[in-house]
């Protein structure tokens, strides 16, 4: 994979921060690539050359987030639950204004389901209803609760401005994966 321009990298984080800051501003409708550029101090060429507009940067970046989850969930794929959701609550406190901008406004509404969707893949992989507890169970039932659920308790945690540590919404949030997977 050939390396990529530190200026180019450089810029497209100043631009990703830039949509992100204006979001927790006002509405997406409202943001003009005028806007982005003006914060991101480049100018509106510069955002062209590396977007086509401003949803295929929101995309992109939705896109990017979701694509290091999936990274985060393949490193841990052998782990206990409470183990792996450890890891995935520090990248969302890590990432805390994305995620809670994303979860909890209007800013972006399809976010969820493009969460949802792909929490929908990763509890699929784990689903078992030929034995166990889940025994008899339609796989497409438990997996829409487990993934709803989860998505339901990280919305929750951001809306509520963190009323858990990390560690203790990771600590329970595997527990109660492990007992329903």
């Not at 005028?34 to 995309?59: F, P």
């Not at 970046?61 to 052998?78: G, K, M, P, Y």
């Not at 389901?113 to 792909?118: P, V």
């Not at 992989?125 to 993934?147: C, L, R």
Request: charged content about 30%.
């Amino acid at each position: 994979m050939p390396k990529v321009d530190r200026r180019i990298l450089k810029t497209q984080e100043a631009v990703r921060k830039a949509l992100i800051e204006l979001m927790a501003e006002k509405n997406f409708d409202d943001i003009t690539i005028q806007d982005i550029s003006d914060k991101a101090n480049v100018s509106r060429g510069t955002i062209y050359l590396h977007y086509m507009d401003k949803y295929d940067l929101l995309d992109k970046l939705i896109e990017s987030h979701i694509n290091r989850l999936r990274e985060l969930c393949a490193e841990v794929a052998e782990w206990e639950f409470v183990e792996a959701t450890q890891i995935w609550t520090e990248y969302f406190e890590q990432h805390y204004s994305f995620f809670s901008l994303m979860l909890t406004s209007k800013g972006a509404p399809y976010f969820r389901a493009r969460f949802l969707d792909y929490l929908i893949e990763e509890v699929g992989k784990e689903v078992d209803v030929t034995k166990g507890k889940n025994e008899g169970f339609n796989e497409e039932v438990i997996i829409q609760f487990v993934a709803s659920a989860q998505v339901g308790l990280v919305e929750w945690w951001f809306a509520n401005d963190r009323p858990i540590p990390q560690h203790a919404l990771a600590e329970q949030m595997g527990r109660l994966l492990e007992r329903n997977l």
